[in-house]
Antibody
């Protein structure tokens, strides 16, 4: 069974940091691009970041560039999102997604990040 | 900044047909943008419906079809059912590892 399981969400004060993890199983992780997509409460989906299959290439939405870092460990079948300098605008459910091409083929259940004083 | 446009909402009668569109604030959508479509019930994980313009994801019924209509990507749902009532999102690949989601379309079946 294909699974993507996010963890690491929680509450943090503005300016703080969090690291999200996404553990994969049931598919050949090392072959897939991995992505992060977020959804603020009551709002739509927003693409955040992507990393290619071997981790050599990353990309970010302008809203998180310079603050967030995506990376992966293919041996552990896990991808990560290091989030620094968090603000209230980063409050959202963060979804992990995986794809072979230019789509989001598989999704995790999401982990909630709340940035509040 | 590139904005991907979707209709905010649609209403369809049970058994009817509805077509959602996915456009660009500047320019035309083509297959080069690899349009894909996702279905989401509030509070649930998104479900992949369509990718590469018109390829259905595994398990998606053929009531759902994708295309390019004019200068936009389109998702057509025929024979609408009550459980089709949810939010629909498109996403376009802009190149250089960048994707942008549309704002989503809320479908009501009544």
């Amino acid at each position: 069974e294909v699974q993507l399981v996010e963890s690491g969400g929680g509450s943090v004060q503005p300016g703080g940091s969090l690291r999200l993890s996404c553990a994969a199983s049931g598919f050949t992780f090392r072959s897939y691009w991995m992505q992060w997509v977020r959804q603020a409460p009551g709002k739509g989906l927003v693409w955040v970041s992507r990393i290619n299959s071997d981790g050599s290439t990353t990309s970010y939405a302008d809203s998180v560039k310079g603050r967030f870092t995506i990376f992966r460990d293919n041996a552990k079948k896990t991808q990560y999102l290091q989030m620094n300098s968090l603000s209230a605008e980063d409050t959202a459910v963060y979804y992990c997604a995986a794809g072979l091409g230019h789509a989001f083929d598989m999704w995790g259940q999401g982990t909630m990040v709340t940035v509040s004083a | 900044q590139t904005v991907v446009t979707q209709e905010p909402s649609f209403s369809v009668s049970p058994g009817g047909t509805v077509t959602f569109t996915c456009g660009l604030s500047s320019g035309s959508v083509s297959t080069d943008y690899y349009p894909s479509w996702y279905q989401q019930t509030p509070g649930q994980t998104p479900r992949t419906l369509m990718y590469n313009t018109n390829t259905r994801s595994s398990g998606v019924p053929d009531r759902f079809s994708g295309s390019i209509l004019g200068n936009k990507a389109a998702l057509t749902v025929t024979g609408a059912q009550a459980d089709d009532e949810c939010d629909y999102y498109c996403v376009l690949y802009l190149g250089s590892g960048i994707w942008v989601f549309g704002g989503g379309t809320k479908l009501t079946v009544l």
